[in-house]
C-alpha cells in the first residue's frame, strides 16, 4: 500500500470534508462508516408527510468563516433560514438569547425601562454578555438583573442539559448562549446563515461523490483497525497509510484508561395533525419539564405541510449502547481524554479529528474548518 492511501473512520460531516479534501489532492480514500447512513448526527430525511426529519437532532447551520461556506457550497445550494429561538418559562414564551424584548415581556413596562437604561449605560448598548460575566457585574443592580436571567434561562436547562449547574461547566458552555443587551432575537449573528436547500444528508452524499472515494457503511472499523506497538493494523495487516480517525478516541484504544464521559439524548418524536405546533422552530423549556426543548422540523427552512413533526429532547449520562452526543467540558474528563490523546500522538500518521476524537464540543463549521486545515497539514 503506498503512503497514498488514506482510512477515514467515520462518515460525519469532520471524516467527510476530509475525505473529499483529500480525494481531490490524489489520495485513494476508504471510509469505514458503523452506520448504513452518511452524515452521522446530521442526518436528515423527508418522512411521509413531506416533512424534513432530522433523525439526531436539530441541526443549523451558521458560520462567518467564508472558507467554510465557500467549500460547502460545492455540495449544495441553499435556502436563507435565520434561527429563531424561545423560551418557555412558566408558560411564557420569550426570545432566547435573552433580549430587550423578553425584559419586557417577564417585567412591568416601568421596570423594564429602568432595568434596560441600567444595562445600556452600564454594559453598553448592543453589547453580548456571558450570564457568568453578568452575575459578577460591580453595579449591583445589573447583578440583580443576572439573576433572574440565570434562575429563568440558565440553570434549570443546564441542569437538565448536564448534570451540571452553570458555573460547574463555566464560560466555554455559557458564552454559546450571552444575554443580548439589544433587540436582537437571532439565535446566531454569524455573517453566513442558512440551511442546506435540499438537507443535510444531500450535501454530504455529493461531498463523498467522488472517484478517489470508497465508502463502506454498516461496517464497524473497529473490528478491522487495531493497534499494536504504535502500529496500525487493518484487516490484521500493518497499514502503510494514514488515518484520520473521527470516532470515540476511547473505543480505538478499547477502554484501556476507561470508558470517557459523554452526554447522551433520548428523541421523542410526534406527528401532530396541524400545519404548526408552536410559534419558534425551537422552543426551550428553561424552566420546567423533564425534556431540554421541543423541535419542529417543518419551521427550519421548509415548507408548511399538512401535519407537522416535533421532537423532544431528553438528555442523559450515555450508557452502552447511547448515542455520544456530548464530550463533557470540564476538567476531570478532559483529563482522562489527554491519557488517550498522548497515546494516540506516539502514533505516525494517525490524526485525530471531530467532537468525538477530539472530544471538544464544536459547531459545524469548525468540523468543517478543522478538517480543511488538517488536509492542509497533510497535503503541505
Ligand atoms: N442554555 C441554557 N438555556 C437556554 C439555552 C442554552 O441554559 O435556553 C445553556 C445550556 O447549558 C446549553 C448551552 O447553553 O447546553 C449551550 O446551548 P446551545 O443552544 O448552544 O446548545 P446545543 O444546541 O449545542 O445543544
Known sequence: MSEKNILVVGAGLSGCTAARLLAENGYSVTVLEKRATVGGNLYDYIDENGIRVQLYGPHIF?????????????????????????????????????????????????????????????????????????????????????????????????????????????????????????????????????????????MIEKMLDHENINVQLSTDAMSLISIENGTVYYKDKPFYGKVIFTGKIDDLFCEKYGALAYRSLKFEFETHDTSSYQPAAVVNYTTTEDFTRISEFSKFACEPQEKTVIVKEYSKNCEPGDIPYYPIPKDGPRADYAKYLKEAQKIDFLYLLGRLANYKYINMDIAVLDAIKLVADITK
Open 62 to 202: 451558521h458560520t462567518s468563516e467564508k472558507e467554510v461556506f465557500d467549500f460547502l457550497s460545492r455540495f449544495t445550494e441553499w435556502t436563507k433560514y435565520e434561527h429563531k429561538v424561545l423560551a418557555n418559562i412558566k408558560g411564557t414564551l420569550v426570545p432566547v438569547p435573552f433580549n430587550m424584548t423578553s425584559l419586557f415581556k417577564l417585567y412591568p413596562k416601568e421596570e423594564a425601562e429602568a432595568i434596560k437604561e441600567i444595562l445600556y449605560s452600564e454594559v453598553g448598548v448592543d453589547k453580548k454578555v456571558p450570564i457568568l460575566t453578568l452575575k459578577q457585574h460591580s453595579d449591583s443592580r445589573v447583578r440583580e438583573f443576572a439573576e433572574f436571567v440565570y434562575e429563568n434561562i440558565f440553570y434549570t436547562y443546564t441542569k437538565k442539559q448536564w448534570g451540571f449547574k452553570p458555573e460547574e461547566l463555566g464560560e466555554t458552555v455559557m458564552n454559546r448562549v450571552p444575554v443580548y443587551v439589544s433587540y436582537e432575537d437571532r439565535y446566531f449573528t454569524d455573517t453566513y446563515q442558512f440551511q442546506p436547500k435540499d438537507g443535510f444528508t444531500p
